[in-house]
């Protein structure tokens, strides 16, 4: 059984950051590129960061470009969004998601369809 679980979530003042990891069980996991997707309120979802299987490839969202990073440990199933100069706008569900994909990340961002396994959730609120 495949799980994916995110954590690092929490409340933030604007400017301050966070670490967002997610952990996933149950799959060969360097066989997954992984991505973060973020939805707010009434909103839609956002692909916000993806990387690679091997973690040679990478992409971002423009409205967070310069300020997350995303980044894997394949030996610890495990990938993490670091998140610094965090804005109100920012505020959002987090999700991790994985996909059976190899290749590079140019895919990632606008194909949420082509991820086979979604986490909860974890909840960032960045007050102004």
Excluded: H
């Excluded at 969202?61 to 920012?90: C, H, W």
């Amino acid at each position: 059984q495949v799980q994916v679980v995110e954590s690092g979530g929490g409340l933030v003042q604007a400017g301050g950051s966070l670490r967002l990891s997610c952990t996933a069980s149950g799959l060969t996991f360097d066989d997954y590129a992984m991505g973060w997707f973020r939805q707010a309120a009434g909103k839609e979802r956002e692909g916000v960061s993806c990387i690679s299987w091997n973690g040679g490839s990478k992409d971002y969202a423009d409205s967070v470009k310069g300020r997350f990073t995303i980044s894997r440990d394949n030996a610890k199933n495990t990938v993490y969004l670091q998140m610094n100069s965090l804005k109100p706008e920012d505020t959002s569900m987090y999700y991790c998601a994985a996909a059976a994909r190899y290749g590079g990340t140019t895919w990632c961002l606008a194909r949420a369809y082509e991820y086979n396994y979604w986490g909860q959730g974890t909840q960032v609120t960045v007050s102004s």
